[in-house]
């Protein structure tokens, strides 16, 4: 379980790390943009990645139903529900400060020639017995789907994923709209991570 959730968490930082590289080098991305005048319009090839981590507040937790009310810095009450994996459950208690960090990593590009995907893999980890209570859960998933309808004056995408299910998606970057055409499949790769982990009460 550990080395598939290293693996997992790396793959999601090089991606992350991927981004990065092309934000943090201008220079290359123009000699890139220039040739890529001088050649066809470029494949598709969508790379975002987004963590934010925020701290709230357990008010409640109900080791029955294994459901932990809690309230974030703003404000605002939520309710979790936490797995068996967690074994150190009873440990938390109400006022105890708890960290979380989502992750997320979005991959898009051109399906190779006779790619049909539609997969999704969890893994999830905790704590030893004992210790200070700590999840994490990450979320892999893959599908390829073939475009149905463009829109570029509500910068959308209609797409028929591998398993019939037909959805109406934004597009963040309009200009990845004249990369494709209808017909195309294109292959989207989905990570989401997150991490909880209880710091204590504040002092």
């Known amino acids: 379980m550990k080395k598939l959730l290293s693996m997992a968490i790396m793959a ?11 934000t943090e080098t201008p220079s ?24 934010r981590t925020t701290v709230a507040t357990v008010e409640a937790v109900d080791l ?14 939520f309710t979790i529900h936490v797995g068996k994996e967690a074994v ?9 400060k708890v960290e979380i960090t989502y992750a997320q990593a979005l991959e898009v590009r051109m399906a190779e020639p006779g790619e049909v995907r539609s997969e999704k893999t ?4 905790g704590a030893e017995p004992g210790a200070k209570p700590r999840g994490v859960g990450i979320t892999e998933t893959n599908v390829t789907a073939t475009i149905l309808e463009l829109d570029k004056a509500s910068e959308s995408a209609t797409l028929q994923f591998a398993d019939g299910v037909i959805a109406s998606v934004k597009v963040q970057n309009p200009a990845n709209l004249d990369k494709v055409k209808v017909g195309d499949t294109i292959a989207i790769k989905h990570i989401e991570a997150i991490e909880i982990s209880v710091k204590g009460k504040k002092r």
């Open 122 to 125: 969890q893994i999830v980890g």
């Open 88 to 96: 150190n459950l009873p440990q938390v208690k109400a006022g105890d």
């Open 28 to 51: 290359t991305a123009k000699q890139e943009q220039s040739a890529a005048k001088e050649e066809k319009p470029s494949s598709l090839n969508v790379q975002r990645t987004d963590v």
């Open 12 to 22: 999601l930082f090089a991606v992350t790390l991927a981004a990065c590289a092309q």
């Open 64 to 77: 029955k139903t294994r459901m932990v009310k809690m309230r974030s810095l703003e404000g605002k009450p």
